[in-house]
């Protein structure tokens, strides 16, 4: 049941805080207990169904003494993201609570909110997750950004290209790692860390990059332009080969538990390489996979090239069906405010990338007006996979001819706007071979 509600605003709240001005941060035994269970954190379901990871007051208060960024008592930190997810919650919240500095929220993430909240609250630290970054820097550049008082920010996710304006428009670095609410796998950036990479293994941890069978993958190799030359190799699972003792377990989920934790090696389900230096790159969920005329690929490199593209704002790449076998790309492209979409421009793109992978250009691009998201702003991709190119709206097609059997395009690369009897003729053709054309 209920154990105490405060009310913040209230005369006997500020008492209660009066009663421990000036103290030092320090934690009761009962606050190190690894076997209470303090909150559920929902996963973010960008892939598949969410499921309840299960958070133990140890671990939330072993989190927020180590306090990753440092925060020092004086600071102030912002926080627009959920409460419900462990991005605001284990590297917002509880360090600064143990430290005792200020920590200012916003009901819900605002990107036109973002610049005054900041300056109104004296922020000095802010996190992020998804591509909030992306929708912050598609406001109207102010010269106030320069003038505010963050020295921290932290998040997931953002492009190289937006953490690079980021710190171009508010003079701070944004600082990255790579993790999940299971908290079993963490990877962050150092100052070595190529623009694309995910960062290195945290202290005291063995990840590395499994395939199916449950061995490590090779090496991944580039070419002279930086191009993934054996991504079908190089590409597997990111695990922590002693993570399972780290990871909680999924609340009343023993079977989802169990996908994760295999004896004492703890897999994440997400996709990535490792380069020879040592540095981990990431290649897209688990669900992310595609398969193109038998050549095995991820998403994620073909996101971060298309994301080049002048005017995206955001872009997800996701398998759909063939009309025979495997699967085809496509791609949602969210624009910048006042942005267009020019299909001779993007088409002359896609055949002139360097690190562009034979079978990665996407055959099917869709334009949406808003990329749908989960509430820890993460990319819905079942929602854009069940989409496919069967819902109404602006859609291209690139080849369209080879897809249906005829040789009029079949060398074609030219995207073309998917017409309704183009539609019909598709979906004729996947009754034709007893598939469905919708994801999942």
Not at 54 to 74: E, K
Not at 93 to 100: H, K, L, M, Q, R
Not at 182 to 202: K, M, Q, S
Not at 265 to 273: A, E, F, P, R, T
Request: with cysteine; hydrophobic share 40%; net charge negative.
């Amino acid at each position: 049941g209920l154990a105490a509600l405060h009310d913040v605003d209230s005369e006997l709240w500020r008492r209660l805080l009066t009663d421990h001005h000036g103290a030092e941060p320090a934690l009761a035994d009962a606050a190190r207990d690894p076997h209470t269970l303090l909150a559920l954190l929902f996963t973010s379901g960008s892939t598949g169904a969410p499921k309840a990871v299960m958070c133990s007051t140890g671990r939330l208060a072993m989190l927020g003494t180590i306090n990753f960024r440092g925060l020092v008592r004086s600071d102030v930190a912002y926080c627009a993201m959920p409460l419900f997810h462990g991005n605001a919650l284990m590297a917002s919240f509880a360090p600064s609570a143990f430290v005792g500095c200020t920590f200012a929220m916003r009901r819900r993430f605002s990107a036109s909110g973002f610049l005054p909240d900041v300056l109104r609250f004296g922020a000095t630290y802010v996190n992020y997750v998804g591509r909030s970054l992306s929708y912050v820097l598609a406001q109207p550049e102010r010269p106030e950004e320069a003038q505010t008082a963050l020295r921290i920010v932290f998040g997931t996710e953002a492009s190289a290209h937006d953490r690079a304006e980021f710190e171009r428009r508010f003079h701070v670095k944004p600082s990255e790692s790579y993790g999940s609410s299971e908290g079993a796998v963490v990877i962050g950036r150092t100052d070595g860390t190529p623009p694309g990479a995910l960062g290195v293994a945290g202290a005291h941890m063995q990840v590395a990059i499994l395939d199916d069978d449950g061995r490590e993958c090779p090496p991944a190799e580039f070419d002279a332009e930086g191009g993934l030359t054996n991504a079908s190799e190089a590409i597997g699972e990111i695990c922590n080969l002693t993570g399972a003792a780290m990871f909680e377990g999924y609340y009343r989920n023993p079977g989802a538990t169990a996908e994760r934790n295999r004896g004492a090696v703890y897999h994440s389900g997400d996709l990535g390489y490792r380069d020879a230096e040592g540095f981990f790159y990431f290649a897209g969920r688990s669900g992310d996979r595609i398969r193109v005329d038998s050549e095995n690929f991820s998403a994620g490199p073909v996101e971060r090239i298309l994301d080049r593209f002048p005017g995206v704002l955001v872009v997800a790449v996701y398998p759909v069906a063939d009309p025979r076998t495997g699967d085809q790309v496509m791609a949602a492209i969210q624009l910048e405010p006042g942005a267009t979409f020019d299909p001779a421009a993007f088409s002359e793109f896609c055949r002139t990338q360097p690190d562009m992978g034979t079978k990665w250009s996407p055959r099917f691009v869709r334009i949406v007006d808003a990329m749908p998201v989960t509430a820890t702003r993460k990319i819905a991709k079942p929602s854009l996979r069940r989409g496919s190119w069967t819902e109404p709206g602006e859609v291209y097609v690139r080849g369209f001819g080879a897809l249906v059997g005829g040789a009029a395009w079949e060398d074609d690369d030219e995207f073309r706007p998917l017409t309704d009897e183009q539609r019909e003729e598709l979906a004729d053709r996947f009754r034709l071979h007893g598939r469905r054309p919708a994801g999942v």
